[in-house]
């Protein structure tokens, strides 16, 4: 097997290798030549173009490589490992389950595997979705018809493994997917003994945004020289309006009614930091007469479905999340994003504002600040490569902090917008002296220094190698 090669994990390079190839990209699905019956599947989801990571990571995947995808939510990374996983499975028949994905939270494990199902619509493949917060009979019931796939969150994968329900002896391929989110929900413990219980030759695919040292230790553990690729910390789509709000705890309501009451409004999601306010504040814009609901983890599985659902079928018109959540979130039409409270890292800003100004949409992407964001808010421009605007609304006092601005000018095509309702106008906020920045503002997480073996990892949203290392 010549698979591309990394020696940064840690791992004794391999007596075949190869470099990544910088031939001409495949055009199309049909230069993957996977079975007719998946490329059905491919045509009757309407893909036409592999996005950037499927294009980069299924001919490795299709030969049996361990694969390292560096590659955030919203990326295209279900069906990059989903289609290999199908031809893979389709070429030879045996008693399943073969292959297993693992994710973090019940959410993502439905999405992917509602994504499985549609691309393989016409295999004979059989799926099964394995997660807490549900009554584990029928569960049971849908192992005993030895599903080709399981898709599973790890607590109730082992419950059932420990209670002789499920078979692992058999898997073939083993997905890790949102490694970093399982670190952070403190899943490892169980990942490692999921991993202790399956075949030790199987072929491996560990998905992460982010790559924090327990990850790392994981990847040099798991996978056996990987072909990587890894996506550059992708920026907002243009069609994306962002605004700051520096305002007031005692504020967020009356601003976000405000906002709400936008001419152009079609469906918001509001994110906040605490389960416990995303159902408070849910219940608030309830009791005021808007159309809204909460997904947030004090939830049961079913009153999740009945609000996904809602939000979905626009029963509700607002969806106030947490970002563990939204995990997996995918709806169409979401006209804004509110960040109620800002999010934590530049990389859950841009997760958050992905659900608007999806397929060349206009979206508006607004966040509420106040002078302890300061660092994040200038993080999150750095990220972008650009200032955000600072705005206020008539009638809703603004708290401006003074902090270091960034020196990007604001994009000359951010519109001036009038206040919904009053006439008014938002009025961006009057520039403020640069201060020294923070040091929290200035810590970067270390990177490990490139040696001269050090072998080229594929960006895939270009076609020249890195020449930095996050392993």
């Excluded at 390292?68 to 939510?73: E, I, P």
């Excluded at 004979?124 to 399981?150: E, M, N, Y």
């Amino acid at each position: 097997m010549l698979c591309p090669h990394t020696d940064r994990l840690g791992l004794p390079e391999s007596t075949n290798t190869m470099s990544i190839s910088h031939s001409t990209p495949i055009t199309g699905f049909a230069g993957f030549n996977l079975v007719p019956s998946v490329q059905r599947g491919i045509a009757a989801a309407g893909f036409v173009e592999p996005r950037p990571i499927q294009a980069q990571t299924i001919p490795s995947a299709l030969k049996g490589c361990d694969i390292l995808g560096l590659a955030q939510t919203g990326t295209g990374k279900t069906a990059a490992f989903a289609l290999p996983i199908l031809d893979h499975l389709l070429a030879t028949r045996t008693p399943g389950p073969r292959a297993l994905i693992v994710a973090p939270t019940r959410e993502l494990a439905s999405q992917i595997n509602d994504d499985i199902r549609t691309l393989g619509r016409f295999t004979p493949l059989k799926t099964a979705t394995l997660f807490g917060g549900v009554s584990i009979r029928p569960q049971r019931q849908a192992l005993r018809t030895r599903p080709d796939i399981l898709v599973a969150c790890p607590g109730r994968l082992l419950d059932l493994f420990e209670q002789g329900a499920v078979q692992l002896s058999h898997i073939e391929i083993l997905v890790l997917d949102e490694a970093d989110h399982m670190f952070d929900m403190g899943f490892l413990p169980d990942i490692r003994r999921i991993l202790a219980a399956l075949p030790s030759t199987r072929q491996n695919l560990l998905f992460s945004a982010t790559m924090p040292a327990a990850i790392r230790t994981l990847a040099k553990q798991t996978l056996q020289t990987p072909h990587v690729v890894e996506l550059t910390h992708s920026k907002p789509a243009s069609t994306i309006e962002h605004a700051l709000y520096e305002i007031g705890q005692n504020q967020k309501i009356d601003l976000l009614q405000r906002l709400l009451g936008e001419d152009d409004f079609v469906a918001a999601i509001v994110f906040t930091r605490t389960k416990h306010r995303a159902k408070r504040l849910a219940q608030q814009l309830s009791r005021s007469g808007r159309r809204a609901t909460s997904l947030q983890g004090n939830m049961t599985q079913n009153q999740r479905d009945r609000a996904m659902d809602g939000f979905r079928n626009h029963h509700f018109d607002i969806l106030v999340a947490t970002d563990i959540a939204a995990r997996g979130l995918d709806v169409e039409q979401v006209s804004h994003v509110i960040n109620f409270d800002m999010p934590a890292t530049p990389d859950a800003y841009t997760h958050r504002i992905g659900r608007t100004g999806r397929s060349e949409r206009e979206g508006k992407a607004y966040t509420f600040v106040s002078a302890e964001d300061d660092a994040l808010v200038r993080a999150v421009e750095r990220r972008i490569g650009a200032a955000i605007p600072r705005l206020t609304m008539e009638g809703i006092e603004s708290v401006p902090f003074a902090a270091g601005r960034s020196n990007d000018p604001v994009p000359s095509s951010q519109p001036r917008r009038r206040a919904p309702g009053t006439g008014g106008q938002h009025r961006p906020s009057k520039p403020r002296s640069h201060s020294s920045p923070s040091r929290d503002a200035n810590r970067r997480r270390p990177r490990s220094r490139r040696t001269q073996a050090e072998p080229e990892v594929f960006k895939a949203s270009s076609r020249e190698p890195l020449s930095s290392c996050y392993l």
